[in-house]
């Protein structure tokens, strides 16, 4: 049978959510499972797959969100794609989920494009595109993505035309007061986003995930 599928996993946000499409863009099925946890990803993609009448061996390649996002989360996820590549029979793209939350929005814009999405309380994954996004220059991931705190996030995405968030811009703060166009794609978000970004990116089983986000134990260290 033609491997003609991509697969699409990301587990970089909650739950996990999954999707299959093709690279001509005529085909795309999402599957959402919020309130799925990482060590279900095997079990939840056969039921994806048997439910949509699509076998395992017509995918041809699969993508995995790299982060930020929960370390354990991507852990699991990451693992798994390698273990569904490791044969050789199909392809592994790792792309910044970050790169594939900017992706939602595919209108022009004038101007530079940010991207936000909650980490914990008082901070924030953030990254902002560039002239000519996407790239091979940028590869799998944004031109720049940080991991700051409220008020340096606001300070970072100031000279975005449109910021694109996984949420709801906050009532308050100084991220309500930015004046670019805050975006949410949280009930809209589609991993078929990536599609326009396998071109830019290597296939490969090597690469640092990005995880962004300081372990607990490398914050305290530092703070010593």
């Given at each position: 049978?033609?491997?003609?599928?991509?697969?699409?996993?990301d587990?970089?946000?909650k739950?996990?959510?999954?999707?299959?499409?093709?690279?001509?863009?005529?085909?795309?099925?999402?599957?959402?499972?919020?309130?799925?946890?990482?060590?279900?990803l095997?079990?939840?993609?056969?039921?994806?797959?048997?439910?949509?009448?699509?076998?395992?061996?017509?995918?041809?390649?699969?993508?995995?969100?790299?982060?930020?996002?929960?370390?354990?989360?991507?852990?699991?996820?990451?693992?798994?794609?390698?273990?569904?590549?490791?044969?050789?029979?199909?392809?592994?793209?790792?792309?910044?989920?970050l790169?594939?939350?900017?992706?939602?929005?595919?209108?022009?814009?004038?101007?530079?494009?940010?991207?936000?999405?909650?980490?914990?309380?008082g901070?924030?994954?953030?990254?902002?595109?560039?002239?000519?996004?996407?790239?091979?220059?940028?590869?799998?991931?944004?031109?720049?993505?940080?991991?700051?705190?409220?008020?340096?996030?606001?300070?970072?995405?100031?000279?975005?035309?449109?910021?694109?968030?996984?949420?709801?811009?906050?009532?308050?703060?100084?991220l309500?007061?930015?004046?670019?166009?805050?975006?949410?794609v949280?009930?809209?978000?589609?991993?078929a986003?990536?599609?326009?970004?396998?071109?830019?990116?290597?296939?490969?089983?090597?690469?640092?995930?990005?995880?962004?986000?300081?372990?607990?134990?490398?914050?305290?260290?530092?703070?010593?």
């Amino acid at each position: 049978m033609e491997s003609n599928w991509v697969l699409a996993v990301d587990s970089s946000r909650k739950g996990i959510s999954l999707a299959l499409f093709t690279l001509d863009g005529a085909r795309h099925i999402a599957h959402e499972a919020p309130s799925v946890r990482g060590e279900m990803l095997s079990s939840e993609l056969d039921f994806f797959l048997m439910n949509n009448g699509v076998p395992l061996s017509s995918i041809g390649s699969v993508v995995v969100a790299l982060g930020p996002g929960s370390f354990t989360g991507l852990r699991t996820g990451i693992a798994f794609c390698q273990g569904l590549c490791a044969s050789g029979k199909r392809r592994l793209f790792g792309i910044s989920s970050l790169a594939i939350q900017r992706m939602q929005l595919t209108a022009h814009v004038h101007g530079r494009v940010g991207v936000i999405a909650k980490a914990r309380p008082g901070f924030w994954y953030t990254g902002l595109d560039a002239e000519g996004y996407p790239s091979v220059a940028f590869g799998a991931t944004l031109p720049e993505e940080k991991f700051l705190a409220t008020d340096d996030a606001a300070a970072f995405l100031h000279e975005a035309s449109i910021i694109i968030a996984d949420g709801p811009r906050p009532a308050e703060g100084s991220l309500a007061s930015l004046a670019g166009h805050w975006h949410d794609v949280s009930l809209s978000y589609s991993l078929a986003a990536c599609r326009s970004l396998m071109s830019f990116v290597a296939p490969s089983l090597q690469w640092n995930a990005n995880y962004i986000q300081p372990s607990y134990a490398e914050q305290s260290t530092r703070a010593k």
